[in-house]
C-alpha cells in the first residue's frame, strides 16, 4: 500500500489464519498493519502479530535500508498488533518505545522485556517531533482496549486510527468496504459505542486527510463517507431500513415459518428481507445484520424448557456487544410446552431501548391454521413498527 515517500507501509498478509482471535472466520484473510515514518528520526507505528513477524521484519529492514528505528509508537497491546515488540526490541536495542502510562502497565504482562530507560511515556495532546514530521497522540481508551491510542502526524494529516476503520479482508478487496468492516466493528468493538463517539469527537477537530488503521486498507479519499458509516455504528442508530430475521430450527418447521414470514413481509412491500439460519451460518455476520437493520424477528424452538443453543448463544453475544434501539418480533416453537418466546423476552428485556412486539407466535410443531394467523398480524406489526 502506497501511503507517501516517507511514510512506508511495511504490515503484512495472514491469509491462512483458520480463526480470526480464535472465533471470526476470515475468508479472505487479514493484515496487520504496521508503517515506518522516515525523518531526522524513523518512528515505527505498532508491529504484528507474532505469526508473521519474520516477514514484518523483512519488510522493516527493506525500507530501514542501513537506518535504525528510533521509536517504536505502541498503539494497542493486543496481540495482534504487539506480538512482535519483544522481537524488535531485542533487535534494535536503542529505540525508544513510546506508549502512554496504561500502555507500560499492560505490557509486562506479555512480555518479559528490560522497559529500563527506554520508555517515553505520553500523554493526551503530546507531540513528538521527528523532523518535518510531528506526531501527536490522542488516548482513545476501549476502543478496543484501555491503553489504546491513535497518532496525528500534523504535516501529512495522517491518523494513524489504531483498530478504529479496520476490516477484515484484503486491502485491495476494498469494492465494498463497509461489509466486512462492518462486521469487524460490531463484533469486535461493537460493545464500545460510547468510546468510538468520543474518539470521533477529537477527530473531528483535526484535519485529516489519510486514515491508517491496524486492519484493512488505508483510507484516503472519501473520508466523509467512512466517518459517518462509523458515526452511524457507535451511535447505534440503524443503518439500513429492513428486517432480519434471525431463526433456529431442529426439524425444520421453525426455518418454513421463518420463511413463510419473510414471504408475507415481502409481500407487504418490505424490500430487505434476511433469514438467517443461527446454527449453519456466521454468527458474526448475523450480528452485524442485527445491527444493520431496524428491526428483528427471533424464532426459536424451545428445546430442554429453554432455548436452543444457538439462539441462547446469539443472544448472548447481541447483549454483550451492547445490542439497543430496535424493534423486535418474536416466535416460538413448542410439541408440547412452548417457553421461548417467554425466555428471548426476558433476555431482550435486559438490554437498552428494545420495543418487543407484544403478542409473540407460537406454533406446537408446525403451522397450522391458528399460528398462520399470528404470523400474518406478527408481519403487519413488524411493517408498522418502521
Ligand atoms: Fe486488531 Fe484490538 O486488535
Same mark, same amino acid.
Request: hydrophobic share 40%; net charge negative; aromatic share 14%.
Given at each position: 500500500m502506497e501511503i507517501s515517500e %516517507?511514510?512506508?507501509?511495511?504490515?503484512?498478509?495472514?491469509?491462512?489464519? $483458520?480463526? &480470526?482471535?480464535?472465533?471470526?472466520?476470515?475468508?479472505?484473510?487479514i493484515t496487520y498493519n504496521s508503517y515506518l515514518i522516515l525523518d531526522e528520526k524513523t518512528a515505527l507505528m505498532d508491529t504484528v502479530d507474532s505469526r508473521k513477524t519474520k516477514n514484518w521484519m523483512e519488510n522493516l529492514k527493506a525500507e530501514l535500508k542501513d537506518r535504525k528505528p528510533d521509536y517504536l509508537v505502541i498503539s494497542h497491546l493486543e496481540p495482534d498488533h504487539a506480538g512482535s515488540i519483544a522481537a524488535v526490541a531485542a533487535e534494535y536495542p536503542?529505540?525508544?518505545?513510546?506508549?502512554?502510562?496504561?500502555?507500560?502497565?499492560?505490557?509486562?504482562?506479555?512480555?518479559?522485556?528490560?522497559?529500563?530507560?527506554?520508555?517515553?511515556?505520553?500523554?493526551?495532546?503530546?507531540?513528538?517531533?521527528l523532523g518535518s514530521h510531528t506526531l501527536q497522540f490522542f488516548m482513545a481508551p476501549m476502543v478496543h482496549w484501555p491503553e489504546v491510542m491513535v %497518532?496525528?502526524?500534523?504535516?501529512?494529516?495522517?491518523?494513524?486510527?489504531? $483498530?478504529? &476503520?479496520?476490516r477484515f479482508g484484503m486491502p485491495e478487496d476494498d469494492g465494498n468496504w463497509a461489509c466486512e468492516a462492518r462486521r469487524y466493528y460490531f463484533n469486535i468493538v461493537g460493545k464500545y459505542g460510547v468510546q468510538v463517539q468520543a474518539l470521533l469527537k477529537k477527530a473531528a477537530a483535526l484535519d485529516i486527510r489519510k486514515i491508517c488503521p491496524l486492519h484493512g486498507p488505508v483510507l484516503d479519499e472519501n473520508l466523509p463517507y467512512y466517518i459517518e458509516k462509523y458515526d452511524t455504528w457507535s451511535s447505534y442508530r440503524p443503518e439500513?431500513?429492513?428486517?432480519?430475521?434471525?431463526?433456529?430450527?431442529?426439524?425444520?418447521n421453525t426455518a418454513k415459518a421463518a420463511e413463510e414470514l419473510a414471504e408475507l413481509l415481502r409481500e407487504n412491500g418490505e424490500e430487505k428481507v434476511v433469514v438467517s439460519d443461527l446454527a449453519r451460518e456466521d454468527m458474526a455476520e448475523v450480528i452485524e445484520d442485527a445491527f444493520r437493520y431496524d428491526r428483528m424477528v427471533?424464532?426459536?424452538?424451545?428445546?430442554?424448557?429453554?432455548?436452543?443453543?444457538?439462539?441462547?448463544?446469539?443472544l448472548m453475544h447481541l447483549k454483550s456487544k451492547g445490542y439497543q434501539k430496535r424493534t423486535v418480533g418474536l416466535m416460538e416453537n413448542g410439541s408440547w410446552a412452548p417457553m421461548a418466546a417467554k425466555q428471548m423476552r426476558q433476555i431482550l428485556e435486559g438490554m437498552k431501548e428494545i420495543t418487543v412486539i407484544e403478542q409473540a407466535v407460537s406454533i406446537r410443531s408446525s403451522l397450522n391454521d391458528k399460528s398462520r394467523e399470528e404470523l400474518k398480524a406478527l408481519a403487519e406489526q413488524i411493517g408498522e413498527a418502521y
Open positions: %516517507t511514510i512506508r507501509y511495511i504490515g503484512v498478509e495472514d491469509r491462512d489464519i $483458520d480463526l &480470526f482471535e480464535s472465533q471470526y472466520v476470515v475468508p479472505e484473510g536503542e529505540m525508544a518505545l513510546v506508549g502512554n502510562a496504561k500502555t507500560f502497565a499492560m505490557l509486562p504482562q506479555f512480555f518479559d522485556i528490560s522497559l529500563e530507560g527506554r520508555t517515553l511515556v505520553v500523554a493526551e495532546g503530546q507531540e513528538l517531533s %497518532t496525528y502526524e500534523q504535516t501529512e494529516k495522517v491518523l494513524f486510527s489504531a $483498530d478504529g &476503520f479496520g439500513d431500513k429492513g428486517v432480519l430475521i434471525a431463526y433456529a430450527s431442529v426439524y425444520g427471533l424464532a426459536s424452538p424451545t428445546y430442554d424448557g429453554g432455548l436452543f443453543p444457538c439462539m441462547e448463544s446469539f
